[in-house]
């Protein structure tokens, strides 16, 4: 049975998710566990039987392979290690697994990006597509990261642009 109380304790240790955020989360959560896959799903890491971070995607709407990462949290004790990094590994893993190339997107805040790492999205190889300075108060900076995913390797695509085969 899934305890959706362990996921919302794990995003609020975190301290970066306002109340409002707190509150969708709850409801996108009842969602997803009501509805698994209609159109949240979601990926967990545990430490043994700990909760250590989780990410919750969905498929972007009017899209075919644009996915949305609704919340990603890594726990506190888990900051700056191996569990962000691996989400997004078994994220893309998944999606590649339901066709050859994907792009996946985030829109997330700087004290949010900071609760899993610092700088952690460009290092995982997404690129900043949007920032505003300032934009939810001093110092909380809005962003948007995207990536784009493939399993066909990078040569293969830059021969087909430009028609060679």
């Known amino acids: 049975m899934i305890n959706v109380r362990e996921y919302e304790l794990l995003t609020l240790e975190t301290g970066a998710y306002r109340d409002i955020e707190l509150d969708i989360l709850k409801e996108t959560l009842a969602a997803w566990k009501d ?5 949240y799903e979601l990926i967990e890491l545990r430490d043994g039987m700990t909760l250590a971070g989780f990410c919750l995607f969905y498929r972007a709407p009017n899209t075919e392979y644009t996915y949305d990462i609704h919340t990603f949290v ?5 900051r700056n290690k191996a569990v962000g990094p691996r989400l997004v590994e078994l994220l893309e ?15 997330t805040s ?12 460009e290092s995982c190889g997404f690129q900043n597509i949007g920032h505003i300075p300032g934009f939810y108060e001093a ?3 809005y962003y948007i990261y995207v990536r784009a995913v493939s399993s066909r390797p990078v040569a293969a695509h830059s021969e ?6």
Do not use: M
């Not at 509805?35 to 159109?39: E, I, K, S, Y």
């Not at 893993?93 to 829109?107: D, N, P, S, W, Y």
């Open 74 to 78: 890594v726990g506190q004790d888990y």
């Open 139 to 141: 110092e909380n900076d």
């Open 35 to 39: 509805r698994p896959g209609q159109p």
């Open 110 to 121: 700087k004290v949010k990006e900071t609760s899993i790492a610092d700088g952690f999205f």
């Open 93 to 107: 893993q998944q999606l590649l697994e339901r066709g050859a190339f994907t792009v996946i997107r985030i829109e």
């Open 160 to 165: 087909a642009a430009s028609g060679e085969d």
